[in-house]
């Protein structure tokens, strides 16, 4: 069973920036696809991005691109999510999921993702 577990979520005042982290453990790294979704207080859950175990293949929703890069560490078995140029309207919980490397996880849909951790705050305001 896959066992994920992020941290890194904290304060930041507007155009700051973090790094989160997740640590994967009880799959073989390279038989995982990661994504990146978070979710706003009073609103769904949404996708933010994700990365093939290589991490030579990588998603981002379009209110992201340009600010948040997702990359691999597959020594440490952790993915991370860079955020940068915060905006309040990005505060919100962190999620990272894992999907079967095999499966249409590009699209980023909730249900290809099987495997949850348990979400880090980012909290943007000054």
């Known amino acids: 069973q896959v066992r994920l577990e992020e941290s890194g979520g904290g304060l930041v005042q507007p155009g700051g920036s973090l790094r989160l982290s997740c640590v994967v453990s009880?799959?073989?790294?390279?038989?995982?696809?990661m994504g990146w979704f978070r979710q706003a207080p009073g609103k769904e859950r949404e996708f933010v991005g994700a990365?093939?175990?290589?991490?030579?293949?990588?998603y981002y929703a379009d209110s992201v691109k340009g600010r948040f890069t997702i990359s691999t560490d597959n020594v440490k078995n952790t993915v991370y999510l860079q955020v940068s140029s915060l905006k309040p309207e990005d505060t919100a919980v962190y999620y990272c999921?894992?999907?079967?490397?095999?499966?249409?996880?590009?699209?980023?849909?909730?249900?290809?993702?099987?495997?949850w951790g348990q979400g880090t705050q980012v909290t943007v305001s000054s």
């Open positions: 999921a894992a999907a079967p490397s095999g499966s249409h996880w590009a699209y980023g849909a909730e249900t290809v993702f099987r495997s």
């Open positions: 009880g799959r073989a790294f390279s038989d995982l696809a």
């Open positions: 990365i093939n175990w290589s991490g030579s293949s990588t």
